[in-house]
């Protein structure tokens, strides 16, 4: 069975750092701090990324921002987005689901929690 392969786009590398850890050996995990690096990479031929981990919060393109890129292209319409946020707001949580996104975590997460909601949405 192919190890799936997540994207996670965060502006925070100790964020990114913590994603990679709990998920090592499970998942093959690239990490990325801004949405302009994590496009190119969702648009390599050789790269097929099975789900993104997208932080709501971050400088220049919102993570909103990016997620509406994602669906509006058909490359991408049907790849889950898993939002990471550290505000527990439920307007926010609402207007992720609106948008598309598979899934809402909030910051801080525990493994359990990560892994869990990735493997649903990997289903």
Same mark, same amino acid.
């Given at each position: 069975?192919?190890?799936? !392969?997540? &994207? @996670? +786009?965060?502006?925070?590398?100790?964020?990114?750092?913590?994603?990679?850890?709990?998920? !090592?050996?499970? =998942?093959?995990?690239? %990490?990325?701090?801004?949405?302009? %690096? #994590?496009?190119?990479?969702?648009?390599?031929?050789?790269?097929? =990324?099975? &789900?993104?981990?997208?932080? +709501?919060?971050?400088?220049? +393109?919102? /993570? =909103?921002?990016? &997620?509406?890129?994602?669906?509006?292209?058909?490359? =991408?319409?049907? &790849?889950?987005?898993?939002?990471? %946020? /550290?505000? @527990?707001?439920?307007?926010?949580?609402?207007?992720? @689901? @609106? #948008?598309?996104?598979?899934?809402?975590? +909030?910051?801080?997460? %525990?493994?359990?929690?990560?892994?869990? !909601?990735? !493997? #649903?949405?990997?289903?």
């Amino acid at each position: 069975m192919k190890t799936k !392969r997540i &994207l @996670a +786009v965060d502006d925070m590398p100790a964020v990114l750092d913590i994603i990679k850890v709990l998920l !090592r050996g499970e =998942f093959e995990v690239f %990490t990325t701090n801004a949405v302009n %690096t #994590a496009m190119k990479l969702l648009e390599t031929d050789d790269l097929k =990324f099975d &789900l993104v981990l997208l932080d +709501v919060d971050m400088p220049h +393109v919102s /993570g =909103f921002e990016m &997620l509406k890129m994602l669906k509006g292209n058909p490359n =991408f319409q049907d &790849l889950p987005v898993i939002m990471l %946020t /550290g505000n @527990a707001d439920h307007d926010s949580e609402i207007k992720a @689901a @609106a #948008a598309g996104a598979m899934d809402y975590i +909030v910051k801080p997460f %525990t493994a359990e929690v990560l892994k869990n !909601r990735l !493997r #649903a949405a990997l289903k």
